[in-house]
């Protein structure tokens, strides 16, 4: 398996992770009816316009795949969110992974080559949502030094009120420049699953 980045004609095999992975990893968090009714059809034409508008390394979606077979992906780009500067922090704005490849290492070789590239755009940190009843999600972010940030959003989802919660990491660019910043301080004794998340 390797982590690479996505190009136009991974769009079906992409639109198939993201279906199976929202069918099995909210089973039972979100209307049933409409994880039922989700098809890799209804997703093509998104994945086909994102893959064909990737700006490395700022914006694009990474594939993880072994032997021609897409086990996984992360849309990245800079941050949507009001709050934050877009030149300087990163956002993952879809993470899943095939339920078939679950706890075999695919989510953390795909969030490892996440952020590497946010550290080559040279963003200092990066963001995500999840969904807040989703444990499995929020544990696998947390192993990988993730950290909800306070920020939370109320949606409306398959007619079922839900909320997403903001998690952020810090990218060696942004770990580099705070070790910059608290060093003199320091010198004087002053002491940082492979589940789906909730991507859109």
């Not at 949502?129 to 030094?145: C, D, I, K, P, S």
């Not at 007619?159 to 998690?167: E, F, L, N």
């Amino acid at each position: 398996m390797r982590v690479r980045r996505g190009v136009i004609g991974d769009a079906e095999q992409v639109a198939k992770v993201h279906v199976l992975a929202w069918q099995a990893g909210y089973r039972g968090l979100l209307p049933q009816p409409l994880l039922d009714g989700l098809h890799p059809t209804q997703r093509l034409p998104r994945w086909t316009t994102t893959l064909s508008q990737a700006t490395w390394p700022t914006r694009g979606t990474l594939v993880a795949a072994d032997a021609g077979d897409i086990l996984g992906f992360a849309d990245l780009c800079p941050t949507q969110n009001d709050d934050q500067e877009a030149d300087q922090v990163g956002e993952i704005l879809s993470f899943y992974v095939l339920p078939a490849a679950w706890g075999q290492g695919v989510g953390r070789h795909l969030m490892a080559a996440a952020m590497d590239t946010f550290d080559s755009a040279g963003f200092t940190s990066a963001t995500l949502w999840v969904l807040e009843t989703n444990l499995h999600a929020r544990r696998f972010y947390a192993r990988l030094g993730w950290e909800p940030d306070g920020a939370v959003r109320d949606e409306i989802v398959g007619g079922a009120a839900i909320r997403d919660v903001r998690y952020q990491a810090h990218s060696s660019v942004g770990e580099g420049r705070r070790a910059k910043v608290s060093a003199p301080a320091a010198r004087h004794g002053r002491p940082r699953t492979d589940r789906p998340g909730r991507g859109h």
